[in-house]
């Protein structure tokens, strides 16, 4: 197990990542922050929280479940599915999406297919806390990038959240 980001990186890149953000959507009124369930609202709850903070503003917020939008739902592993809350109008806004680990790329396929199904965006953007970028099966590149890591098919990360797991940091592990 390797450390990636302690608590003290891990609010410095939430803060650089959120003035990335309020730096490139300077007219709040046509944008809008989704977390992608279950993982990424952890992130994207913190993110929503900084950005608010720093511009000001209220930024529309909601999130995204993305289960059945899957290409392995019917792989046999039971899904569970977590809830969808946007109460805001996707049409004609430019969406970021937010998840904490970009790995394969599946996850942010199918988030795309569901965020159709609530309008047709102006753009969509695609925040991640930790990129795995020699692990793509598909053409997805984030906008907005905490950290890239090189890593084996074999390891995994692990983004902990005080909030659920009683410590942040972002771990490897072997």
Do not use: C
């Amino acid at each position: 197990m390797k450390t990636l980001l302690d608590k003290h990186q891990l609010n410095i890149t939430l803060q650089r990542l959120a003035h990335e953000f309020v730096e490139n959507h300077i007219n709040f009124s046509e944008s809008a922050i989704i977390g992608l369930q279950p993982r990424g609202v952890w992130f994207s709850d913190r993110m929503a929280s900084l950005i608010n903070a720093i511009a000001g503003g209220n930024v529309p917020y909601g999130k995204l479940d993305i289960t059945f939008y899957r290409d392995d739902i019917h792989s046999g592993e039971i899904h569970v599915p977590a809830q969808t809350d946007i109460s805001f109008s996707v049409e004609g806004r430019n969406v970021v999406l937010i998840d904490d680990v970009l790995h394969t790329g599946r996850t942010v396929r199918a988030a795309m297919d569901a965020l159709i199904d609530f309008g047709r965006p102006k753009t969509v953007e695609l925040m991640v806390l930790i990129d795995r970028h020699y692990s793509r099966e598909l053409p997805v590149q984030p906008d907005y990038v905490g950290r890239t890591i090189d890593t084996i098919i074999t390891q995994r990360v692990k983004v902990n959240w005080e909030e659920k797991d009683g410590i942040d940091e972002v771990i490897l592990i072997d």
